[in-house]
């Protein structure tokens, strides 16, 4: 169900950035807020195209996805893709949060008012589109991810309040697999429409960073990150994988399971050498994990180590 949030995750989040680029020659001064408050271009700007873009996506997911309404009601998909789709939910709601928020800082509002309205902006538009999917035909309103929404925009706000910095953040990953040809309607059949579809390529991934929760020197890498990741194998169906056949018409039967990763990742917000206004836009825009040598573990296979760049499944 994620699968329309990550679209609009992308596309909102590339119209915000874009108009820090477009403004940025027009000021010289740090991407801080100044004594002077509110710079009134900035935000003026930021909430014409928040909102301009908010109404343009909703529409054009409403004709693409909820063409015909029916009588609202709920869906219960907690039990599908190994809850791969949930932490989808929580870490769309937790990259919209910091988005929002350093757009407003960009703007000069306030620290707490920013982060509020991150936060609001988030819920607000991942709630219109769980109420959408509850009049929609073949989808469904779910508490699941509803609750995952919150868990993500929670993450963001409650390290903003309470230390002002975001020691965890979430991340997304990729890699192709074998599993798409299968049932290419459902999974994809592009790179792009996989990496929106196909729950086994996708991990998420919790990143903290290391200055931050351990006792380190001066000397220490303060953009150094280590990430813990989650994704899932063998799945062609939501609950259950449905018969499949190669093409010699034999049936293949595929195990799912869980997987579990550690891996390094550099959090380039925090490297000093940037100017402020690149250390904002760069926070507004990493919600991609940085690719690097991981190690893996799952029931199936065990442990593993990629050098660089996961295989195939």
Not at 89 to 100: D, E, I, K, N, V
Not at 137 to 144: I, L, Q, V
Request: proline fraction near 5%.
């Amino acid at each position: 169900m994620n699968i329309r949030r990550t679209v609009a995750l992308m596309l909102i989040t590339a119209s915000l950035l874009s108009q820090s680029v477009r403004a940025q020659p027009l000021q010289t001064a740090p991407v801080v807020p100044d004594a002077g408050g509110i710079r009134q271009g900035r935000f003026i700007g930021v909430v014409v195209g928040t909102a301009a873009f908010y109404t343009l996506t909703l529409l054009v997911l409403r004709k693409q996805w909820y063409k015909k309404r029916v009588p609202f009601h709920g869906f219960n998909d907690n039990r599908e893709w190994l809850q791969m789709d949930k932490i989808g939910h929580a870490t769309t709601s937790y990259c919209m949060s910091r988005g929002g928020y350093e757009l407003m800082r960009w703007s000069g509002v306030d620290e707490r008012a920013s982060i509020l309205t991150g936060g609001l902006l988030a819920l607000l538009f991942q709630s219109t589109l769980e109420v959408h999917d509850g009049y929609a035909e073949g989808w469904g309103f779910s508490k699941g991810d509803m609750l995952a929404n919150v868990a993500g925009t929670a993450l963001f706000m409650g390290q903003q309040y309470g230390s002002g910095q975001q020691v965890f953040s979430l991340k997304y990953g990729f890699r192709k697999t074998i599993f798409p040809p299968f049932r290419p309607n459902l999974l994809g059949k592009t790179t792009g429409q996989q990496m929106l579809k196909d729950y086994n390529g996708q991990q998420y991934w919790l990143s903290v960073n290391l200055a931050s929760v351990l006792p380190v020197g001066e000397g220490f890498p303060k953009w150094l990150n280590m990430d813990v990741g989650y994704s899932g194998s063998g799945m062609v169906g939501g609950h259950d994988n449905p018969p499949v056949f190669d093409t010699d018409g034999n049936e293949i039967k595929f195990t799912r399971y869980r997987q579990f990763f550690i891996s390094p990742n550099a959090d380039l917000s925090r490297v000093s050498s940037f100017s402020p206004s690149l250390q904002r836009f760069i926070g507004t825009a990493q919600f991609f994990k940085i690719p690097a040598p991981s190690l893996e573990y799952n029931r199936v296979k065990g442990l593993r180590f990629h050098p660089l760049i996961l295989p195939k499944e």
